[in-house]
């Protein structure tokens, strides 16, 4: 390989050897505009491309580059800075990627409000993740028992589905209206796999908790009862793992404009 094939650039006072063609992948791009001289913003100095940017993040612009890949680190934390300087160098697919990865690694917030009043408790889920909500609404039968007298069938209880006030809710209740002597209605909860039917609300919530557990959430606080107020707020988050991101082998044209964050 000759030196003719190799450019030196120093962006931000960090030094960077790679190939031309690893700059001209994106003909669209300043960095493919800059090797001709015609963007004034980059000068040439002892050899040396100067441009005035951070060079810790250019290190992830050339990694993608290179490999049409978009890897992070785990503890990686400056998504919308790298996002600018992708803007910066006009690389609308890398904005496109950022954009994906942002929504992988968004972590999902789940609330289960618990309410026990005499003989009845009370569940309220809601969260930002409306898939888990899919889920459980899916997963979640109330039963129905009423009494004898009210029903030809007693021995077949009425199966409900648990209330969707919006996309991000679930209402359902279990328990008794009374005791045994009124012959009150009960509302059992089952909760797949499980095929228990179960009208005590603390067995539920453990049910539930569990349930959330075994798909990644994690407990992360719980709200101690205000005086007078008998309800209970568990908080449940999950944060997703970002998977390597690889774009298209065909580099998109220079027409295509990437929804992004605005630049101030």
Known sequence: MSGQDLVTLNVGGKIFT??????????????????????????????????????????????????????????????????????????DALVDLLSQYLLQSRSAVMEVHFLNRNTQAFFRVFGSCSKTIEMLSRRITMFLERPAALTRNSNSPVALPPQRPSHHDLLFHCG??????????????????????????????????????????????????ASGDKSECYVFERIKSPQVLGMNKTPKSET?????????
């Open 256 to 264: 295509t404009t990437i929804p992004a964050p605005s630049q101030k």
């Open 176 to 225: 008794s209206d009374g005791n045994a002597e009124t012959h009150a209605e009960v509302r059992y909860i089952s909760i797949k796999p499980d095929n228990r039917k179960l009208a005590n609300g603390t067995n539920v919530l453990g049910l539930l908790v569990d349930t959330l557990l075994k798909e990644g959430f994690h407990l992360v606080s719980t709200r101690t009862p």
């Open 18 to 91: 790679t190939r031309l063609s690893t700059l001209k992948q994106f003909p669209a791009s300043r960095l493919a505009g800059m090797l001709d001289g015609r963007d004034q913003e980059f000068k040439t100095v002892d050899g040396q491309i100067f441009v005035d940017r951070d060079g810790a993040l250019f290190s992830f612009i050339l990694d993608f580059l290179r490999t049409h890949e978009l890897l992070l680190p785990s503890d990686f934390s400056d998504h919308y800075r790298l996002q600018r300087e992708a803007l910066f160098y006009e690389l």
